[in-house]
Antibody, heavy 121, light 110 residues
């Protein structure tokens, strides 16, 4: 059974860069059969897809966040990461990592438990 | 890319059926048969309930069903149970390898 676990600082100052890591267990991130995504949810609000990465390093981003987002993968650690630059209070949210199948898996079948990131000075 | 539109809340009595709508555009919901639905209990991660408009993952009750007509997808919960009380989100592939979620619907079991 695959498991995903987010980790990273819970507090980030405005204008700085938010950095999170998702560790995958119970399966290899480099199996080639999956995409790995980041999704966020501000308190009391809906879900927002941030972007995804494939093992090769190929990425796709939400157009509304593209200029500030970088997703990378470290196959040696079975991890993938999110960096969001120039954060503001509007970036305060629970951040989830999730998996989708490749090819043809246009849905997210496994999710991490989520980690709360607060942007505040 | 705008969020898909869902009703803020839907309620029903135990045993009843309810339907949650998810309205998008021809660029997302209407353009692809790739709508998925997620159930989220408070403080928990979302759980996949329906994918590819109407397919159920293994382990999901057959009380949950999905459909689509034009730019609107729907999730129906039949035989409503107390454990179904949660937030529900639709999600659609939006082309160019991107996804868009719905605004979310709070389901209350009366």
């Amino acid at each position: 059974q695959v498991q995903l676990q987010e980790s990273g600082p819970g507090l980030v100052k405005p204008s700085q860069t938010l950095s999170l890591t998702c560790t995958v267990s119970g399966g290899s991130i480099s199996s080639g059969s999956y995409y790995w995504s980041w999704i966020r949810q501000p308190a009391g609000k809906g879900l927002e897809w941030i972007g995804r990465i494939y093992t090769s390093g190929s990425t796709n981003y939400n157009p509304s966040l593209k200029s500030r987002v970088t997703i990378s993968v470290d196959t040696s650690k079975n991890q993938f990461s999110l960096k969001l630059s120039s954060v503001t209070a509007a970036d305060t949210a629970v951040y989830y990592c999730a998996r989708s199948r490749r090819p043809g898996g246009y849905y997210f079948d496994y999710w991490g438990q989520g980690t709360l990131v607060t942007v505040s000075s | 890319q705008s969020a898909l539109t869902q009703p803020a809340s839907v309620s029903g009595s135990p045993g009843q059926s309810i339907t949650i709508s998810c309205t998008g555009t021809s660029s997302d919901v209407g353009g692809y048969n790739y709508v998925s639905w997620y159930q989220q209990h408070p403080g928990k991660a979302p759980k996949l309930m329906i994918y590819d408009v109407s397919k159920r993952p293994s382990g999901v009750s057959n009380r949950f069903s999905g459909s689509k007509s034009g730019n609107t997808a729907s999730l129906t919960i039949s035989g409503l149970q107390a454990e179904d009380e949660a937030d529900y989100y639709c999600c659609s592939y939006a082309g160019s390898s991107t996804y868009v979620f719905g605004t979310g619907t709070k389901v209350t079991v009366l």
